[in-house]
Nanobody, 116 residues
Framework: QVQLVESGGGLVEPGRSLTLSCAAS????????SGWFRRAPGKQRDLVAD???????YYVDSVKGRFTISRDFAKNTIYLQMNSLKPEDTAVYYC??????????WGKGTLVNVSS
């Protein structure tokens, strides 16, 4: 099984940037799908971006052109680079990974608060 720990959240002003990291341990080498999800206050948890084992990526329309998901295999870490942040990006961000056998793992989340 894979264990995931997110970091990098915090308070940031609108228009600024932030990079989230998700460190994977355990059977990290078997991860074939990774994604970043977020849950805004009072809303459900939704997919923000994901990356497949072949490097193909997907972004929800609201973050296209502003967010970039990437994966460093050597460091077993998944990143989410967030630029031009908006107040509506405020949420708890969760890392998710699917590994061998279709087992899914979630991190505990990191809070991003975009406010002036």
């Amino acid at each position: 099984q894979v264990q995931l720990v997110e970091s990098g959240g915090g308070l940031v002003e609108p228009g600024r940037s932030l990079t989230l990291s998700c460190a994977a341990s355990g059977s990290a080498s078997s991860i074939y799908y990774s994604g970043w999800f977020r849950r805004a206050p009072g809303k459900q948890r939704d997919l923000v971006a994901d990356i497949q084992s072949d490097g193909s990526t997907y972004y929800v329309d609201s973050v296209k052109g502003r967010f970039t998901i990437s994966r460093d295999f050597a460091k077993n870490t998944i990143y989410l680079q967030m630029n031009s942040l908006k107040p509506e990006d405020t949420a708890v961000y969760y890392c998710y990974a699917a590994s061998g056998g279709g087992v899914g793992s979630w991190g505990k989340g990191t809070l991003v608060n975009v406010s002036s």
